[in-house]
């Protein structure tokens, strides 16, 4: 099948499809099928020819996402195809053309010839079907009715057939399904419900077990109201009318239209489609319909049909890409909610005014400049959320009478606004550039968010009503706050440069939460811990150095947090009075003592401690007094010696984290019953407890520690960290209990390396040259129920030794995308890098498509998913430090999602990735808008995601996307550390904290668990991962030539598909393309392996760095590859491989013949110049051939320089060459690449000469 599929491409190419302008190739699957026919077309080649070529009726695109769309007459499938690769971030025609002809990308993508199982929408929306009927509550027999089971009704008509009448209604809300026994049918059920009981009979069980699975789904549901949303619908159903009266009906996620716009289409079908029913323009069927939502369905035009449905309350538009509102809406006389956000509207009609009973307007997402004046004419309007827009100002005496929420938050507002109606209670202006906002005279105003903002005064006078105040990261130094202020239950003032919080902040008694960390305070109000209702204090990272002393007698606090200060002593009173205290964090201080404990119960609720970095060894005893303990964290506390009484104590304990002590010994912990995680790294133990209960332990790192041995029970648990052992050889503990479902870390371990143990275990910590070291660090959040990131450490490439690439991902709340990425990562990269060398780019445009392998290596893993990406994603940051023949290296840095790279050069921290976060990203969030997306209160896009791109989650297209970000520098001697960590990592760690821990901790695996335990300690409870790369690279020149495609050393942030070059439509022969996939998908079975460089096409690596040639065979200018090309011989590191018999003698890389070609790699990649000789048995082969040949090598290179514009004997360039060669020997490392360039063209010389005597 195979050998004919090519036969038929080729002939193909021939009649000029593989040289159109925009050719390309499409699969089109049988249904329910793997089988698929490649269909050759252009970009202007329509659905109707596409299908008579596969002799079907009907094509069908299905999507990720799930959604299926029929493919018109008039769509043109591989402009559709290429369209949705784009969307996807691939940019290069070339790789277009070649991802729409693979096989896997059917998960994304597909297009099917026909209807698969379980597409119909009678399975979707209704069941229809001729069976047998008894109505149980009257004395009647069976008879054959047609039936219609649609949303939460039965219809059943009075004859076999859909042409009889309606004969009775059978609501199924609140009813009974169950198998019904009868004499004379063996398949049978009942439905008994509040008004009717009825019995069917159906001729097969698969036919009953689908109308019980159905009926039992909509039992519960309301009657006049269905959901119908995702299911494909470009129209409805006819019997979808049989309830007229339907009241509430979701159309979200589908592909409706208008039979108008349809007509416009089909001019030759306008009758029939006029008297057809199901379009949108027969909603106005339903005479009681209060409720509709039609967001997602790819709406350019806003359906005027819809504003013939007077009865319409709510009307849901959003992520659509409506342009326009039409002045006809003012015939929704009833309508109270209008969604219209996620569309690209600018402007109101003055018509909207006409609404007199909307209540709720969302215009959020769309390109409004600023608030539509209309708005003031709406008598009713309560809510209006404009946010995401570019709203730069709010209109001067903007008054709304019945304003309660305006939501104004991610505009482009500089100032705030007095003149607004004084009866609005929610205010939301949050990532704004607000310096002063005066909010005097809303005096009813009860939550007002202010955060990401540039104000320096928060002045809250007469609002007696407010009851939460956020005003996070701003520059405030001035907090003003009245003590009328009764009902104010929630403060939020982190991240500002407070220096101190007035004391009447006491006097609110109502207040609940108070947040006032990262601020610089030294001082806390005196009656604070006095407060009656004080539930949670965060007062973390100032300069605290003492607390209040006095506490109150019924003191509410739960919560207490204050790491990262200077504290000395906590009040005497705290763990005494404090009995509902659960979570206290007193991490980074310079505690010696806790407070004692009453004899009693009391005060002994405390269920999270987290006290590392303090010196609290002498406090062991009192920790032991509660009981309730859950979390334990001690690190680097100087403790000596931990009580066996400890433990016995605390047999709750579920996280103990006892790293950076100085402990010889430990007693057995898992007497705790439910414990987990015990971190006991950096400590001086040499051997660890016999653990007699692992039953509930997942994770133990015991690493860097002098440990000799291992319990064999240890080696079973789902992570180990025994690395920085030096101690522990090998075969201690029996390396044959190792399996690959867990993950070890053995870096540093004597006597083991890679070929002894399960691909999952690291060993490596140090590149073979030493130029860069590397540590890292997990851990299993106290929320998480599995560790969802991995590392990938490569320190030296295959094919590429001076080369490194470092990768993390983070799955979030599953693993599954994770596992596969990790697992396909290594060998995508080094295909995609490989392929990316062998293209051929001018100096015009090397910039433009630099880094480009980068990019595909994302969008490929993407692809590679398959059926994991359907359901789960991963965000994923990958750093390759890139050799230059120069001897300067690149750092290439790509991301997607929310994971963090910095490089920190002389004590400053650069960020390396961009973050995929719309609400802290505008020129992100502009993006997503285009994408029909928004976000949620909560910063989530479209309700459901934390960032906007993803590997992975098709579900969440397309306002997920795995398109990277990419950066590129140039590394020089004062580069330190590269840092990569999740993004819980740097939630809760500035750059400054990293780099005062790097300082203090050199040594990289050491610094990585140092950084981790302080980003727990400091809070994080979820999933943390960090990777820290030192480098050491040395006194090296510096080049910033770009001529020569060397990267900046600034850091050059780009994105990937933005544009596509038109001149590179033209594909030069498809075939190569089908042929390069088929002979991938054929090697798939090994997914996991390093893909090996041939020979032919690949030179020995230099000593000096420089980057050997990618693998694959060599293409010229007419396409061909050189293992075609008749009569060479290839050079490889000096050395000449006859392939047959050749007429001609090539220097490595070989071009087509009496050719001299620029080498395809950037020229950062080359090594040497091409050179093409004429061989001995060619005879009239003359010198000069040859001298001219090496004079253009050497001119381009620009070595040896020709002094005689004559050929001369070779024995006379012999000598110069020899003579220069003496030079360069004599000089530094820069000049050696010179020099066995030279030695290269000698050697040639001689053989040559050889030949000629022979």
Same mark, same amino acid.
């Given at each position: 099948?195979?050998?004919?599929?090519?036969?038929?491409?080729?002939?193909?190419?021939?009649?000029?499809?593989?040289?159109? *302008?925009?050719?390309?190739?499409?699969?089109? &699957?049988?249904?329910?099928?793997?089988?698929?026919?490649?269909?050759?077309?252009? *970009?202007?080649?329509?659905?109707?020819?596409?299908?008579?070529?596969?002799?079907?009726?009907?094509?069908?695109?299905?999507?990720?996402?799930?959604?299926?769309?029929?493919?018109?007459?008039?769509?043109?499938?591989?402009?559709?195809?290429?369209?949705?690769?784009?969307?996807?971030?691939?940019?290069?025609?070339?790789?277009?053309?070649?991802?729409?002809?693979? #096989?896997?990308? %059917?998960?994304?993508?597909?297009?099917?010839?026909?209807?698969?199982?379980?597409?119909?929408?009678?399975?979707?929306?209704?069941?229809?079907?001729?069976?047998?009927?008894?109505?149980?509550?009257?004395?009647?027999?069976?008879?054959?009715?047609?039936?219609?089971?649609?949303?939460?009704?039965?219809?059943?008509?009075?004859?076999?057939?859909?042409?009889?009448?309606?004969?009775?209604?059978?609501?199924?809300?609140?009813?009974?399904?169950?198998? &019904?026994?009868?004499?004379?049918?063996?398949?049978?059920?009942?439905?008994?419900?509040?008004?009717?009981?009825?019995?069917?009979?159906?001729?097969?069980?698969?036919?009953?077990?689908?109308?019980?699975?159905?009926?039992?789904?909509?039992?519960?549901?309301?009657?006049?109201?269905?959901?119908?949303?995702?299911?494909?619908?470009?129209?409805?159903?006819? &019997?979808?009318?049989?309830?007229?009266?339907?009241?509430?009906?979701?159309?979200? /996620?589908?592909?409706?239209?208008?039979?108008?716009?349809?007509?416009?289409?089909?001019?030759?079908?306008?009758?029939?489609?006029?008297?057809?029913?199901?379009?949108?323009?027969?909603?106005?069927?339903?005479?009681?319909?209060?409720?509709?939502?039609?967001?997602?369905?790819?709406?350019?035009?806003?359906?005027?049909?819809?504003?013939?449905?007077?009865?319409?309350?709510?009307?849901?538009?959003?992520?659509?890409?409506?342009?326009?509102?039409?002045?006809?809406?003012?015939?929704?006389?009833?309508?109270?909610?209008?969604?219209?956000?996620?569309?690209?509207?600018?402007?109101?009609?003055?018509?909207?005014?006409?609404?007199?009973?909307?209540?709720?307007?969302?215009?959020?997402?769309?390109?409004?400049?600023?608030?539509?004046?209309?708005?003031?004419?709406?008598?009713?309007?309560?809510?209006?959320?404009?946010?995401?827009?570019?709203?730069?100002?709010?209109?001067?005496?903007?008054?709304?009478?019945?304003?309660?929420?305006?939501?104004?938050?991610?505009?482009?507002?500089?100032?705030?606004?007095?003149?607004?109606?004084?009866?609005?209670?929610?205010?939301?202006?949050?990532?704004?550039?607000?310096?002063?906002?005066?909010?005097?005279?809303?005096?009813?105003?009860?939550?007002?968010?202010?955060?990401?903002?540039?104000?320096?005064?928060?002045?809250?006078?007469?609002?007696?009503?407010?009851?939460?105040?956020? %005003?996070?990261?701003?520059?405030?130094?001035?907090?003003?706050?009245?003590?009328?202020?009764?009902?104010?239950?929630?403060?939020?003032?982190?991240?500002?440069?407070?220096?101190?919080?007035?004391?009447?902040?006491?006097?609110?008694?109502?207040?609940?939460?108070?947040?006032?960390?990262?601020?610089?305070?030294?001082?806390?109000?005196?009656?604070?811990?006095?407060?009656?209702?004080?539930?949670?204090?965060? =007062?973390?990272?100032?300069?605290?150095?003492?607390?209040?002393?006095?506490?109150?007698?019924?003191?509410?606090?739960?919560?207490?947090?204050?790491?990262?200060?200077?504290?000395?002593?906590?009040?005497?009173?705290?763990?005494?009075?404090?009995?509902?205290?659960?979570?206290?964090?007193?991490? $980074?201080?310079?505690?010696?003592?806790?407070?004692?404990?009453?004899?009693?119960?009391?005060?002994?609720?405390?269920?999270?401690?987290?006290?590392?970095?303090?010196?609290?060894?002498?406090?062991?005893?009192?920790?032991?007094?509660?009981?309730?303990?859950?979390?334990?964290?001690?690190?680097?506390?100087?403790?000596?010696?931990?009580?066996?009484?400890?433990?016995?104590?605390?047999?709750?304990?579920?996280?103990?984290?006892?790293?950076?002590?100085?402990?010889?010994?430990?007693?057995?912990?898992?007497?705790?019953?439910?414990?987990?995680?015990?971190?006991?790294?950096?400590?001086?133990?040499?051997?660890?407890?016999?653990?007699?209960?692992?039953?509930?332990?997942?994770?133990?790192?015991?690493?860097?520690?002098?440990?000799?041995?291992?319990?064999?029970?240890?080696? #079973?648990?789902?992570?180990?960290? *025994?690395?920085?052992?030096?101690?522990?050889?090998?075969?201690?503990?029996?390396?044959?209990?190792?399996?690959?479902?867990?993950?070890?870390?053995?870096?540093?371990?004597?006597?083991?390396?890679?070929?002894?143990?399960?691909?999952?275990?690291?060993?490596?910590?140090?590149?073979?040259?030493?130029?860069?070291?590397?540590?890292?660090?997990?851990?299993?959040?106290?929320?998480?129920?599995?560790?969802?990131?991995?590392?990938?450490?490569?320190?030296? *490439?295959?094919?590429?030794?001076?080369?490194?690439?470092?990768?993390?991902?983070?799955?979030?709340?599953?693993?599954?995308?994770?596992?596969?990425?990790?697992?396909?990562?290594? =060998?995508?990269?080094?295909?995609?890098?490989?392929?990316?060398?062998?293209?051929?780019?001018?100096?015009? $445009?090397?910039?433009?498509?630099?880094?480009?392998?980068?990019?595909?290596?994302?969008?490929?893993?993407?692809?590679?998913?398959?059926?994991?990406?359907?359901?789960?994603?991963?965000?994923? !940051?990958?750093?390759?430090?890139?050799?230059?023949?120069?001897?300067?290296?690149?750092?290439?840095? =790509?991301?997607?999602?929310?994971?963090?790279?910095?490089?920190?050069?002389?004590?400053?921290?650069?960020?390396?990735?961009?973050?995929?976060?719309?609400?802290?990203?505008?020129?992100?969030?502009?993006?997503?808008?285009?994408?029909?997306?928004?976000?949620?209160?909560?910063?989530?896009?479209?309700?459901?995601?934390?960032?906007?791109?993803?590997?992975?989650?098709? /579900?969440?297209?397309?306002?997920?996307?795995?398109?990277?970000?990419?950066?590129?520098? +140039?590394?020089?001697? %004062?580069?330190?550390?590269?840092?990569?960590?999740?993004?819980?990592?740097?939630?809760?760690?500035?750059?400054?904290?990293?780099?005062?821990?790097?300082?203090?901790?050199?040594?990289?695996?050491?610094?990585?668990?140092?950084?981790?335990?302080?980003? !727990?300690?400091?809070?994080?409870?979820?999933?943390?991962?960090?990777?820290?790369?030192?480098?050491?690279?040395?006194?090296?020149?510096?080049?910033?030539?770009?001529?020569?495609?060397? !990267?900046?050393?600034?850091?050059?942030?780009? +994105?990937?598909?933005?544009?596509?070059?038109?001149?590179?439509?033209?594909?030069?022969?498809?075939?190569?393309?089908?042929?390069?996939?088929?002979? +991938?998908? +054929?090697?798939? %079975?090994?997914?996991?392996?390093?893909?090996?460089?041939?020979?032919?096409?690949?030179?020995?690596?230099?000593?000096?760095?420089?980057?050997?040639?990618?693998?694959?065979?060599?293409?010229?200018?007419?396409?061909?590859?050189?293992?075609? $090309?008749?009569?060479?011989?290839? =050079?490889?590191?000096?050395?000449?491989?006859?392939?047959?018999?050749?007429?001609?003698?090539?220097?490595?890389?070989?071009?087509?013949?009496?050719?001299?070609?620029?080498?395809?790699?950037?020229?950062?990649?080359?090594?040497?110049?091409?050179?093409?000789?004429?061989?001995?048995?060619?005879?009239?082969?003359?010198?000069?051939?040859?001298?001219?040949?090496?004079?253009?090598?050497?001119?381009?290179?620009?070595?040896?320089?020709?002094?005689?514009?004559?050929?001369?004997?070779?024995?006379?360039?012999?000598?110069?060459?020899?003579?220069?060669?003496?030079?360069?020997?004599?000089?530094?490392?820069?000049?050696?690449?010179?020099?066995?360039?030279?030695? &290269?063209?000698?050697?040639?010389?001689?053989?040559?000469?050889?030949?000629?005597?022979?």
């Amino acid at each position: 099948m195979r050998t004919r599929l090519r036969r038929a491409t080729r002939r193909a190419c021939r009649h000029g499809w593989g040289r159109t *302008l925009g050719g390309g190739v499409i699969r089109v &699957y049988q249904p329910d099928s793997s089988y698929s026919d490649v269909v050759r077309c252009t *970009l202007d080649t329509e659905g109707d020819e596409v299908m008579g070529r596969c002799l079907v009726a009907e094509l069908y695109i299905h999507y990720g996402t799930g959604l299926v769309r029929q493919v018109h007459v008039w769509d043109k499938p591989l402009a559709m195809q290429n369209e949705f690769l784009k969307s996807l971030g691939f940019s290069n025609m070339r790789r277009i053309q070649k991802e729409g002809m693979r #096989k896997d990308l %059917a998960p994304l993508f597909k297009f099917v010839a026909g209807k698969e199982y379980g597409q119909n929408v009678q399975d979707t929306i209704q069941l229809t079907c001729t069976i047998n009927i008894k109505e149980l509550d009257t004395l009647s027999y069976w008879s054959k009715r047609f039936s219609v089971l649609c949303g939460a009704r039965l219809f059943v008509f009075s004859t076999s057939k859909s042409s009889g009448k309606l004969s009775y209604v059978v609501d199924l809300s609140g009813s009974t399904i169950a198998e &019904y026994s009868s004499k004379k049918y063996l398949f049978c059920l009942k439905i008994m419900s509040p008004r009717k009981q009825i019995a069917l009979a159906f001729d097969t069980r698969f036919n009953m077990s689908r109308w019980i699975e159905r009926a039992s789904q909509v039992v519960s549901s309301h009657p006049l109201e269905i959901n119908v949303s995702g299911c494909s619908l470009q129209k409805l159903p006819k &019997y979808f009318f049989l309830n007229a009266h339907m009241t509430a009906i979701n159309l979200s /996620h589908n592909f409706m239209v208008e039979a108008i716009e349809e007509a416009k289409r089909e001019s030759d079908s306008r009758e029939l489609i006029e008297q057809d029913i199901g379009w949108i323009d027969d909603l106005s069927l339903f005479h009681n319909l209060a409720s509709l939502s039609l967001s997602n369905n790819d709406f350019y035009q806003f359906p005027v049909s819809l504003c013939r449905i007077s009865t319409l309350e709510e009307l849901d538009l959003s992520c659509n890409s409506i342009e326009v509102v039409p002045q006809e809406i003012q015939y929704l006389s009833k309508l109270t909610t209008l969604l219209l956000h996620a569309n690209k509207l600018n402007s109101l009609p003055i018509s909207i005014a006409e609404l007199k009973s909307l209540q709720t307007l969302v215009i959020a997402f769309n390109h409004f400049g600023e608030l539509p004046v209309v708005l003031q004419d709406l008598p009713s309007l309560a809510i209006v959320v404009a946010s995401g827009n570019v709203i730069s100002s709010v209109p001067k005496d903007f008054d709304i009478k019945k304003l309660q929420l305006l939501d104004l938050r991610l505009n482009k507002l500089t100032a705030g606004f007095s003149q607004v109606n004084n009866q609005i209670s929610k205010l939301n202006v949050r990532g704004n550039s607000i310096t002063e906002l005066d909010v005097k005279n809303l005096e009813n105003l009860q939550y007002l968010n202010c955060a990401d903002n540039g104000l320096s005064l928060v002045a809250l006078g007469n609002h007696p009503h407010m009851q939460i105040l956020v %005003a996070r990261n701003n520059s405030i130094v001035q907090l003003e706050i009245s003590s009328l202020c009764k009902q104010l239950t929630s403060i939020d003032l982190s991240q500002n440069d407070l220096a101190n919080i007035p004391d009447t902040l006491c006097d609110l008694t109502a207040l609940e939460k108070l947040n006032v960390s990262g601020n610089r305070l030294n001082r806390l109000p005196i009656m604070i811990f006095l407060m009656p209702q004080l539930k949670i204090l965060k =007062a973390a990272c100032n300069d605290l150095e003492t607390l209040p002393t006095r506490v109150g007698e019924k003191c509410a606090l739960e919560q207490v947090d204050i790491h990262g200060n200077h504290v000395c002593s906590l009040p005497a009173q705290l763990l005494f009075r404090a009995t509902r205290l659960q979570i206290l964090n007193v991490s $980074s201080n310079k505690l010696t003592s806790l407070p004692i404990l009453s004899p009693n119960d009391e005060g002994r609720s405390l269920v999270e401690l987290y006290a590392s970095d303090n010196q609290l060894e002498p406090a062991l005893n009192i920790i032991a007094g509660f009981s309730k303990l859950k979390v334990l964290h001690l690190a680097y506390n100087g403790i000596t010696n931990i009580p066996g009484s400890l433990f016995q104590s605390l047999r709750d304990l579920e996280y103990v984290n006892l790293s950076g002590n100085q402990l010889d010994t430990l007693p057995d912990p898992t007497i705790c019953r439910s414990l987990k995680c015990l971190l006991i790294h950096s400590n001086r133990l040499t051997a660890l407890p016999m653990f007699s209960n692992t039953e509930t332990m997942r994770a133990l790192d015991a690493s860097c520690n002098l440990l000799t041995e291992v319990p064999k029970q240890t080696l #079973k648990l789902v992570h180990l960290d *025994l690395s920085a052992n030096p101690s522990l050889m090998s075969n201690s503990g029996g390396i044959m209990y190792l399996n690959n479902r867990t993950s070890y870390c053995f870096e540093g371990i004597d006597g083991l390396d890679k070929p002894t143990v399960p691909q999952n275990v690291d060993v490596t910590v140090a590149a073979p040259h030493g130029k860069w070291t590397v540590g890292s660090a997990e851990f299993i959040g106290i929320t998480s129920i599995e560790l969802c990131t991995a590392q990938v450490k490569v320190m030296s *490439l295959p094919g590429y030794p001076e080369e490194a690439m470092f990768a993390l991902m983070d799955g979030g709340v599953s693993s599954n995308a994770v596992k596969e990425i990790k697992m396909k990562l290594l =060998a995508t990269f080094l295909e995609e890098l490989k392929n990316d060398l062998a293209v051929k780019v001018d100096s015009s $445009s090397r910039m433009k498509h630099y880094l480009q392998y980068l990019s595909h290596t994302f969008l490929s893993l993407h692809r590679v998913l398959g059926d994991v990406g359907k359901k789960y994603g991963s965000s994923l !940051v990958l750093c390759h430090i890139q050799a230059q023949q120069n001897g300067l290296y690149n750092l290439n840095v =790509a991301n997607t999602g929310l994971g963090e790279a910095v490089l920190f050069r002389k004590g400053k921290g650069i960020p390396l990735t961009t973050p995929h976060q719309p609400a802290m990203n505008m020129d992100e969030r502009r993006k997503l808008v285009g994408r029909k997306g928004f976000l949620s209160q909560d910063d989530r896009v479209n309700s459901c995601c934390a960032t906007s791109r993803l590997l992975g989650c098709y /579900h969440l297209a397309p306002q997920v996307i795995p398109a990277p970000s990419f950066s590129s520098l +140039e590394l020089v001697s %004062a580069d330190d550390y590269i840092v990569i960590g999740s993004d819980s990592f740097w939630k809760h760690l500035t750059h400054e904290q990293v780099l005062d821990e790097l300082g203090k901790y050199p040594v990289p695996n050491e610094a990585a668990k140092r950084l981790r335990d302080v980003a !727990v300690s400091y809070g994080c409870r979820g999933n943390v991962s960090i990777l820290i790369v030192k480098l050491a690279l040395g006194n090296r020149r510096q080049s910033t030539n770009l001529a020569a495609g060397v !990267v900046p050393s600034s850091p050059k942030i780009a +994105e990937v598909g933005e544009e596509v070059d038109e001149d590179e439509l033209e594909i030069t022969n498809i075939d190569d393309l089908l042929s390069d996939i088929e002979e +991938e998908e +054929e090697g798939v %079975a090994n997914t996991t392996a390093v893909p090996k460089p041939k020979k032919q096409s690949r030179r020995r690596p230099q000593s000096g760095g420089g980057r050997p040639h990618s693998g694959g065979p060599m293409r010229g200018s007419h396409g061909h590859s050189s293992s075609e $090309s008749s009569g060479e011989d290839v =050079a490889v590191g000096g050395r000449l491989h006859t392939s047959g018999q050749h007429s001609e003698a090539s220097i490595a890389p070989a071009y087509s013949e009496g050719e001299l070609l620029a080498s395809p790699t950037p020229p950062q990649a080359r090594d040497y110049p091409a050179v093409t000789l004429p061989r001995n048995n060619k005879p009239n082969a003359p010198r000069n051939q040859v001298y001219e040949a090496l004079k253009t090598s050497f001119e381009q290179t620009q070595s040896v320089p020709f002094l005689a514009s004559t050929p001369e004997p070779i024995d006379t360039h012999l000598v110069q060459l020899n003579s220069r060669l003496s030079e360069l020997n004599e000089e530094m490392n820069p000049s050696r690449k010179e020099a066995n360039r030279l030695s &290269y063209v000698k050697r040639s010389y001689q053989q040559f000469d050889n030949e000629e005597d022979n």
